[in-house]
């Protein structure tokens, strides 16, 4: 499974702000650090902004943060809301699949048994728990270096 770089850079955008708490970002900030579209970013904040996650302040010094508590954002509900489907193998779209073994194959109910237990697991998990500790080595580096999907995948599974 792959999610979407979309998801991507909103879960690297609300750890930047879950870690830079004490002041007001800009989307430049973020996409200066992770090296992304700044444009695509822009998109990414609007959403954050229209669920309730980010808040924008205008103006000439004004910027994002949190518009709630780490411990208050779900990771599993964040990815639900940016990814547009979970159709992980052509059998899920109902509207448009043409494999021949609908109905007698197993697999759509293995994967969609996999999907759910991966949701679970992220359901279970804040942002609170996924931000780098500030003293920590990893914390340090990620200071320094962009977080990835993959690496913050791994950290939860993990437990790190």
Do not use: W
């Amino acid at each position: 499974m792959r999610l979407t770089s979309f998801t991507d850079y909103t879960l690297r955008s609300l750890i930047y702000l879950g870690m830079n708490r004490d002041r007001l970002a800009t989307i430049q900030d973020i996409a200066d650090l992770h090296k992304i579209s700044k444009n695509h970013l822009t998109k990414v904040i609007h959403q954050l902004g229209a669920s309730g996650l980010v808040e924008t302040v205008r103006g000439r010094n004004g910027g994002l943060r949190l518009a709630c508590e780490p411990e208050q954002i779900n990771i599993g509900a964040v990815i639900r809301r940016t990814e547009p489907d979970f159709f992980i193998a052509e059998c899920f779209d109902q509207s448009s699949h043409d494999c021949i073994f609908t109905g007698a194959c197993s697999l759509q109910h293995k994967l969609g048994e996999a999907m759910n237990a991966f949701l679970a697991v992220l359901d279970g998990v804040t942002l609170a728990d996924v931000l780098p500790r500030p003293r920590s080595r990893m914390g340090q580096a990620l200071q320094e270096q962009p977080v990835t999907l993959h690496g913050l995948l791994a950290r939860v599974a993990g437990g790190d």
